[in-house]
């Protein structure tokens, strides 16, 4: 079975505070994916990797950046969070492009 | 634009069946997903079409017309468990990203 972990459930932090969320896969997928979900928004896509140190902006990158140094593991970076990035976050992986989605149980961030 | 359309909402009676419609653009289509994704929880894999025609999965079947742009999720025989959030996915030659409907929020009543 695919398993991705998402470092945190919860997270509440403060306007203009620096937040890092992790994703780690364990199946050896090539691609990995950083999302958000918001009510009446469904899910948008922030930015996606292919393979290790490469990254590609999704449809909503601003305010974000990312990293992928390890094969498992990508992290989505909030260099100054502000309140409109309170959000679910989704991290999913794929073996191969085009194929199913694996998702993390995803990580609500409150940003006060 | 690839705008992926599905209700918003929909509500159904336990025992009965319910289908949810999707409707997108077919340029440079290449694959249609749909997941569940009940409250609070991380959207699951539900099932896969690249050619036309029915897949049937247990209670659940998925339809797809590349022409029409159209698909459409079948649950039978519905069960309280299956009121969730059924989420449309395309995916795109263009780009190679999965784009997302806004999902139907199904109830299911007693």
């Known amino acids: 079975d695919v398993k991705v972990t998402q470092s945190s459930r919860y997270l509440v932090k403060r306007t203009g505070e620096k937040v890092f969320l992790e994703c780690v896969q364990d199946m050896d997928h090539e691609n990995m994916f950083w999302y958000r979900q918001d009510p009446g928004l469904g899910l948008r896509l922030i930015y996606f990797s292919y393979d290790v140190k490469m990254k590609e902006k999704g449809d909503i990158p601003e305010g974000y950046s990312v990293s992928r140094e390890k094969k498992e593991r990508f992290s989505l970076i909030l260099e100054s969070a502000s309140t409109n990035q309170t959000s679910m976050y989704l991290c999913?992986?794929?073996?191969?492009?085009?194929?199913?989605?694996?998702f993390g149980p995803g990580t609500r961030l409150l940003v006060l | 634009g690839q705008n992926i359309d599905q209700p918003t909402e929909m509500t159904a009676t336990e025992g009965a069946i319910v289908q949810i419609n999707c409707t997108y653009q077919t340029s440079g289509f290449n694959g249609l997903f749909w997941y569940q994704q009940h409250a609070g929880e991380a959207p699951t894999f539900l099932s896969y079409?690249?050619?036309?025609g029915l897949e049937e999965k247990g209670r659940f079947s998925s339809f797809l017309s590349r022409s029409k742009g159209y698909s459409y999720l079948l649950l039978k025989e519905l069960q309280m468990k299956d009121s969730a959030s059924y989420l449309c996915?395309?995916?795109?030659?263009?780009?190679?990203?999965?784009?997302f409907g806004q999902g139907t929020e199904l109830s299911v009543k007693p």
């Open positions: 079409n690249v050619l036309d």
């Open positions: 996915a395309v995916f795109y030659n263009q780009g190679g990203k999965l784009i």
């Open positions: 999913a992986s794929t073996e191969g492009r085009g194929e199913t989605q694996y």
